[in-house]
């Protein structure tokens, strides 16, 4: 509780401006020992929300555990939770902390940073509108603080507050935070994070938390405290896309029947048309009903009773939308899902599926790919385990009303439920496109009549005669671990030393931009390595000679790529070594972890590599070294005149 | 002040959570029941239910543990607000406990809490095989309180257990529960003293006249001020009531709630006095004074 001075105002003035307050729920990620412990502690004591009785307890465990400085308090302790856990040092689980100033209540989600970190993050963040994530200044940007970073993105939560902790260790250098600051923006551009704010800090001495700090003139923005007491958060909620789930009907008596819920989003007005789905069934709104009142108008996060003009059936689980403004309505949805528990998320297992009131039986469709929390990169899965994330598509028992979580959260987020345990087991996001996306055969889908296309005024024959090369895709396809792309950088260097446009399409690559909704089943592979063609084409069509390394395991969909960019402007190499060999240079573990059943349809283990008949050239590369292996390219590209006009091209 | 830009005082948007989380509970059990204690917090819990349901009736009944040692400003409260209000209120009382002779002097305050609180407690909910409870703790209360989920999970024998707690997300709650389990919902969660003090103060919500300082018999022992509140209460030799101005922060069982000395009459005041207090709610409960950690052992126990 906030201890507060009365010779200032009277306590009405007090309780009128205090009654008025916004509520700001922020999330606090760091990494065990980053401070931030320290920091909630500092906050909550700069607040005066600190009695004397609990500041006298910390101040005696402070000398038996705690971990500053003789005479110091270690306000770490205010925050700890459990007696057990105390005990140990180590905090699990999210706790919720409060304390309020003049302008709003603060709801702190205090997450822990290790072990079960993606479960409890994620659980903490649900209900977070801020993040602060924190970095120790002597470490900076370290792997923990991507995985921050990342879960904080994939939970939607749209202000971050970078805490550059322990300024005072760093001598407060405004270089060690311009270094930090610029390390971190360049990595998060990948992620969808728009209001990143950096505050240099101590919390152990309270430097720029609550007060402006002295010891760092060089800063010019607020402090951590002003700043959560400031941003702009009121343009958060989806006041747009009206969506009512019902929770519960009410009929008192029979001359009353009400649709009690909570306004998911958007605002609803007397009078309006709804929609009730699934049914699809109309009336119009007759009355807004609160203990409180009638309402004119109402609007999310309001908790309030709908009467309808008509006798339409509604129950609890449907949901009330304008008929001008629908989510989706399907049985399958692909979503981002965050694993939770210990037994893994399998298919061939039902789930209940809980979205807004509405309860479903959920399976999974198909794993579409697993995300590295730590690296961001993508990769096949056969399951989810503990602590992973995953794209899935789910095939569900009812359809589900929804919109993609980005949009509109209340309406697009769910969790699962196992149905032996009861447990929650998983949190899912789902994703735009949610409603299934085309499965059909792109590479024979013809573009639409209508679209003409436009020929460029400059010729092939000009393109050649400007840089002295007639474009080409180098195709290089083999197993992981058959050293295709080594190959192709090396290559790449060797032509651009020798003045040649080039550049390299690299699957991996391209599976973290274009390609970056693509999973690692037949159909995603088929269809990265489509758009990939499609790049190709159009680099060859620039007159660029491109190097293009994939797994490309299937010989028709290879047949396709060529076809695409044409028969005459692919060079096929087949990159090969005995299995062994492929897996003994594995780097990444995938076989591995295929053996083991966690990537599916891995070629070469779980899935067929349908090795190229015909191919330009075949490098066994245990055999050859990789210099050699770019001489043979080299020469075959030379011999089918690639290089007009030139002896040699190395 | 709500139409200004579609925004809601940050009241506003505890009492549409709580509210949610009411209706949850309703519409997702067979037999839930609201847990009334009298106090400040169940005032509030009830008025937020009322709202949930409105023009309906609460479609569950209340139901107070007595252990017969309330004060009796408490129990003629319960009395005249249930009945005015028209709600279905059950009172249970552990009649094993009655006829052992249990009471707070002679069984001390721990055996006197846990049979005639925790395992009565048991009792009711066995005997009406409630599947939820409601209850008005919050989480700032306490520090072992923080983590507490919304929907916390019990066991069959209404055990809670800190790893068997389920992940809470959103406003997603998990409803599923085995027969003979149940959960212990808590809409208050996210409410601090200052905002339950501030909604009473803002809805008129009738509370308990203890809560207000007036003139009362009390005595002081190991520094309490305990209230004589009838002839059960036993006075130690040389002890003499006095009569003081105070009133109560909490209420309990009287011979283990403490007083404080105050001249606070109005809520305003109230508000004012707990805004300028040096020390913690939960100073007045005597309960607690034994060890830290005590209320999670209280809890694992099946105590809130
Ligand atoms: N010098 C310095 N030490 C700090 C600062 N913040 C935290 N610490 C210390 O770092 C250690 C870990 O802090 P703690 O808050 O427990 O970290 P947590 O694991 O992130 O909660 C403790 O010894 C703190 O006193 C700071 O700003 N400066």
Known sequence: MQQVDFSQEDIHTYLARHQRKELLRFLTCGSVDDGKSTLIGRLLHDTKMIYEDQLAAVKRDSEKVGTTGAGEIDLALLTDGLKAEREQGITIDVAYRYFSTDRRKFIIADTPGHEQYTRNMATGA???????????????????????????????????????????????????????????????????????????????KGDNVASKSNTMPWYSGPPLLDHLETVHIAGDRNLTDFRFPVQYVLRPNLNFRGFAGTIASGVLRKGDEVMVLPSGKRSTVKSIVTYDGELEEAFAPQAVTLTLADEVDVSRGDMLVFPDDQPHVSSEIEAMVVWMAEQPFVPGRPYTLKSTTRQVTAEVASFRYGVDVNTLEHRPIARLALNEVGHVQLSLTQPLAFDPYRINAATGAFILIDRLTNNTVGAGMILEGGAGKSQGDVWATEPAARLKLRESQITPAEREQRYGQLPVTVLLVGLTGSGKSQIAYALERRLWDAGRAVTVLYGQNMRQGLNRDLGFTAD??????????????????????????????????????????????????????PIEVLRSRDKSGAYEMADAGNIAQMPGVTAAFEEPKSPDLVLQTDQISVEDSVNRILEVMKSKGYFPNSSSAS | MIRSGYNLTHLKVLEAESIHIIREVAAE??????????????????????????????????????????????????????????????????????????????????????????????????HYQFDAAFGGARRDEEKSRAKERVYSFRDRLHQWDPKNQRPELWNLYNSKVNKGESIRAFPLSNWTELDVWQYVHLENIPIVPLYFADVRPVVERDGTLIMVDDERMRLLPGEVPMMKKVRFRTLGCYPLTGAIESNATTLPEIIEEMLLARNSERQGRVIDHDETGSMEQKKREGYF
Not at chain 2, 85 to 91: A, H, I, M, P, T
């Open chain 1, 126 to 204: 649900s209900t977070c509108q801020l993040a602060i994530i924190l970095i120790d200044a002597r470490h900076g940007v370290m792997t923990q603080t991507r995985r921050h970073s990342f879960i904080v993105s994939l939970l939607g939560i749209r202000h971050v507050v970078v805490a550059i902790n322990k300024m005072d260790l760093v001598d407060y250098s405004r270089e060690v935070f311009e270094r930090i600051k610029e390390e971190y923006t360049g990595f998060v551009a990948k992620l969808e994070l728009h209001d990143v704010t950096f505050i240099p800090m101590s919390a152990l």
């Open chain 1, 524 to 577: 995603d592979r088929s269809e990265n390595l489509r758009r990939s063609a499609e790049v190709a084409k159009l680099m060859n069509d620039a007159g660029i000679i491109t190097i293009a390394a994939f797994v490309a395991p299937h010989a028709a969909v290879r047949e396709k790529a060529k076809q695409l960019i044409g028969p005459e402007r692919v060079l096929e190499v087949f990159c090969t070594a």
């Open chain 2, 29 to 126: 059990f067979e037999r839930p029941v609201m847990l009334y204690s009298i106090g400040k917090d169940s005032a509030v819990m009830l008025r937020l239910a009322q709202k949930a349901f409105y023009p309906g009736r609460l479609p569950f009944p209340l139901l107070h543990v007595d252990t017969t040692w309330k004060f009796k400003a408490m129990i003629e409260f319960r009395d005249r607000y249930c009945r005015e209000q028209g709600l279905d209120l059950k009172v249970w009382t552990n009649q094993e406990g009655i006829a052992q002779g249990i009471n707070p002097f002679d069984s001390g305050s721990k055996k006197h809490t846990d049979i005639m609180k925790t395992a009565a407690l048991k009792q009711a909910l066995n």
